[in-house]
C-alpha cells in the first residue's frame, strides 16, 4: 500500500492528535495503516483483541484500506459497532447491520461480530445484553467518526452525557442528524428516518485505550472547526475526545477547510 502523504505536519490540540491528507483515499488509508499497526500489535499480546467499528460514509475508505491488509489477526478478534435504528429490518440500505457485513464481517474471518438488532423484541433488554458482552470483551481499539451535529456513535447533543451510567441505550435521533443520513444517501426524505436508535455511550467510547477517528468531506469542515476550538461540552459531544489519551483525527483537506488558525495551536 502507497505510503499516504500528510499536507501538514501533524498537530495537537489538548490531547487529541490531529492529521491531515490531501483527500478522502489518503486520509481513509492512514487511518487503516494506524489500525492495523495496532491490531498486530494487540496479536502479539492478547489472545482475543474487542474491536469496536463504526459506519456511515466517513468510515468507507478507512474499512475499505483495512479489509485487505495482510497478516492481521482476525481470528483473535470479537467485533462490535455502534449503533443501530430501532425497528428496521436487517437488509434494508440503511442498516448498520447491512453496512458492516457487507463491509467488513462477510469480508474478513473475525472469531466472532456482534450485531446491534434493531429488530429486537425488547430493546431495553438488548443493549443490556450488547453492553454486557461489549465489558467483557474489554475492547482496546475502536474505529469512529464525527457526526454533522458532533455527535460520537448516536449520542446526538441532547441526549449525550459524558457522565452516562449505562453503556448503551435507546435514544431519539435530532433533525439535524436525520439530515444527515438523507444527505449521505441513507434515506430519500427525512419523514424515513427512524426516530429512535440504539448506540452506545460516550463512556464505554471513552473507556477504549487507542481511538482511530475518521472524518472527511466537506460537509464536516464546520464540525470539526467547533470540535477543535469550542468548550467542552455536550453542546459537542465531539469536543469530549480532547481529553482521550490516545486519539487521533484523520482528516482530509475538505474536512481541514476551516482550521487554519488552529494548525499552529
Known sequence: MREPSPVVQPFQIENLKIEIYTSRKEAGAAAAK?????????GHVQESIGV???TGASQLETLRALVPIPGLPW????GFHMDEYVCIAADHAASFRRYMRHELAERVPMRAFYEVDG???DPEQFCAEYAHALRAAHPQLCLLGIGENGHLAFNDPGVADFNDPQDMKIVALD???KQQQVAEGWFQSIDEVPSRAMTLTIPALLRVPKLIVSVPGSRKAKIVHRALHE???TACPATILRTHPDATVYLDEESAAELENLRNH
Do not use: M, Q
Not at 481470528?75 to 470479537?78: E, Q, S
Open 34 to 42: 494506524a489500525a492495523a499497526a495496532e491490531l498486530k500489535r494487540l
Open 52 to 54: 469496536i467499528f463504526a
Open 75 to 78: 481470528d483473535r478478534i470479537l
Open 119 to 121: 429488530n429486537a423484541a
Open 175 to 177: 433533525e439535524e442528524c
Open 231 to 233: 468548550p467542552i461540552s
